[in-house]
């Protein structure tokens, strides 16, 4: 199944080579060569590996990878800009909300049914874009049958032609003037489906996914809802009658064929904070559940079916990515088949000051700029100078030295702090032109900066 790639890269899936996917990357993610490298590889060994035979291509299974690194250093974004750039299914769980059999959380396999329902979207929108034009032509003709009166038998003297061709003079003028938008105004009647779902409670521990297969089948009647006449405006009648239109063009059987081979061939998962699932030497109480969670955790990444409401889903050619801090546990930690499973380890170097200056400037979407967005919808133009940008940096890096090392998240407590007083008085500002420069970011920081207590709560 190919992978498919936004334009943006301005090349083909099978083209797309590694240095190009890390430098893809380089555009959202600042620094760490080295994990970038490991998930070009990774997505680009899954090229290779569509080019094989079947039989060979059974045979290869992707290599996880397990990030190490503190929090706010990119790991979460290196893995969801990977899998927008190859337009794959994908989704992020914490290890920590798995629970084994007795313990109160989700079920493990609740992962691969929540990527099963993200491909079944992801498609169901390519196919909306398919049919859009035919489905807008469709309930165009339905409600000129709503606006025409029906169409009455031609007279024994008339000429049936003559009278076909008056009618669908007729019809055209209706269009002409329902496209211009000139009936907007005319109320038309229409037969709506109500959304009445039975209320019903599950059980704490049973599985929702299985009442959720089983329920339809068994009481169909139940949720298909009762059609009632409702009087509504043109516009709105246009618009319901196109999505009808819509989901009957598209055949969802085919959706959830397609949407469960993305997931087999194409699915990233990204289990974060696993290190909070490491058993440590010594441990006692509650850390009981953790390797039992791993033990849940490991038949999903080794390779095994589950059963979703779409389709039975294979996982031995899901890409798993893993991350964690790793500050109290380490890998090693970890059970060793699981251990096993993650075969390519990175380690995320922490952020410091010149990491924070280019993250404020450089990516597509930096904080820089995203303020400087906000601020000009209230017509005010931020303008931020480059030892500023530094200063924000510095206080950046001071804080998380003396507090916990919370990475570049700290930029945008930082930020928020800085700009407080520009983002409330903003709309009443006579001054629509406002320098942000070293001297304004020391007024605004450098007292909760040097009084450590208050810089622990405000930033």
Known sequence: MPIYLPESTQTSAQSLTPRQIVAELDKYVIGQAAAKRAVAIALRNRMRRQKLAPELAEEVAPKNILMIGPTGVGKTEIARRLARLAQSPFVKVEASKFTEVGYVGRDVESMVRDLAELAVEMVRGERLEEVRAKAAQNAEERLLDLLLPPTRPAAPDEDPAAARSSQQDTRERFREQLRAGRLDGRVVELDVRERNFPS??????????????????????????????????????????????????????????????????????????????????????????REGVQRDILPIVEGTTVNTKHGMVRTDHILFIAAGAFHVSKPSDLIPELQGRFPIRVELEALGRDEFVRILTEPKSALVKQYTALMDTEGITLTFTDDAVRRVADFATIVNERTENIGARRLHTVMEKLLDEISFEGPDLPEKRVNIDAAYVDRMLADIVKNEDLSRYIL
């Open 200 to 289: 019903f409670e599950i059980i704490a521990g049973s599985s929702v996914e299985e009442v959720d297969i089983n329920l339809k089948d068994m009481l169909p009647g139940l949720f298909q809802g009762k059609t009632k006449k409702r009087r509504v405006k043109v516009a709105e009648a246009l618009e319901h009658l196109t999505r009808e239109e819509e989901q009957k063009l598209i055949d969802m059987d085919s959706v959830a064929k397609t949407a469960v081979e993305r997931v087999e061939q194409a699915g990233i998962i990204f289990v974060d904070e696993i290190d909070k699932i490491a058993g440590r030497e010594g441990s006692h109480g509650p850390d009981v559940s």
